[in-house]
């Protein structure tokens, strides 16, 4: 089976740009969970899609938003990029049932996402 | 407030020799916890998950134990070798009903030939 991919996986953006960074899970799963990992702060949950709706969200502002389609690829975006916003943006997959009980989640290989 | 604590600190030892990492959280009431391992510019990658009726889980060189009572989790890999060199996160999830994992920040193991 192929891996968890993620597109791009390098990207600088300046400033008050937007940016929307793209994941492909594992064929079967369902659950797309997206994480910002920075050394400060460690990594730190977004936001979980299932079936196309956001089932689960972490704190973070609202311009960071995310969708998933109906193949259960998933896409986030960012707005308004800030110099804090610079970080490894990993998607995780996993084969979530309806309940929501999801014991493994298969990581990609990250966003790598600076802004200047 | 809720804490996931991991040793910040690099933890080096010798090949050959037992490497022991620790996991304590404050707070919660997981109901599994899980270890996965790191290298450094890639994604987690998933070891080993044990539920919180459990007190210990085996995998090859890996082992784990789950104390509730003291709120622990120890992280234990036996005949540590130097590709066994990485970060090593866990992961609480005590909601039961929907996934939102909690990680802890990780600590780096090095082990020197």
């Known amino acids: 089976k192929a891996g968890v991919t993620q597109t791009p996986r390098y990207l600088i953006k300046t400033r008050g740009q937007q940016v929307t960074l793209s994941c492909s899970p594992i064929s079967g799963h369902r659950s797309v969970s997206w994480y910002q990992q920075t050394p400060g702060q460690g990594l730190q949950f977004l936001f979980e899609?299932?079936?196309?709706?956001?089932?689960n969200k972490g704190n973070f502002p609202g311009r960071f938003s995310g969708r998933q389609f109906s193949n259960s690829r998933s896409e986030m975006n960012v707005s308004t990029l800030e110099l804090g916003d610079s970080a490894l943006y990993l998607c995780?997959?996993?084969?979530?049932?309806?309940?929501?009980?999801?014991?493994?989640?298969?990581f990609g290989p990250g966003t790598r996402l600076l802004v200047l | 407030s809720q804490k996931i604590e991991q040793n910040s600190e690099a933890l080096n030892i010798q090949e050959g020799k037992t490497a022991t990492l620790t996991c304590n959280y404050t707070?919660?009431?997981?109901?599994?916890l899980q270890w996965y391992r790191q290298d450094p510019g890639r994604g987690p990658v998933f070891l080993l998950l044990?539920?919180?009726?459990?007190k210990e889980k085996r995998k090859e060189r890996l082992k784990v134990t789950f104390d509730t009572t003291l709120k622990q989790s120890l992280f234990h890999i036996t005949a540590s070798q130097p590709a066994d060199s990485a970060t090593y996160l866990c992961a609480l999830d005590e909601s039961g009903g929907s996934y939102i994992p909690t990680f802890g920040r990780g600590t780096s193991l090095i082990v020197h030939p």
């Open positions: 899609y299932f079936s196309e709706t956001q089932r």
């Open positions: 044990i539920r919180e009726n459990e």
């Open positions: 707070n919660y009431s997981p109901a599994y």
């Open positions: 995780a997959s996993s084969f979530a049932s309806q309940t929501g009980v999801s014991e493994t989640q298969y």
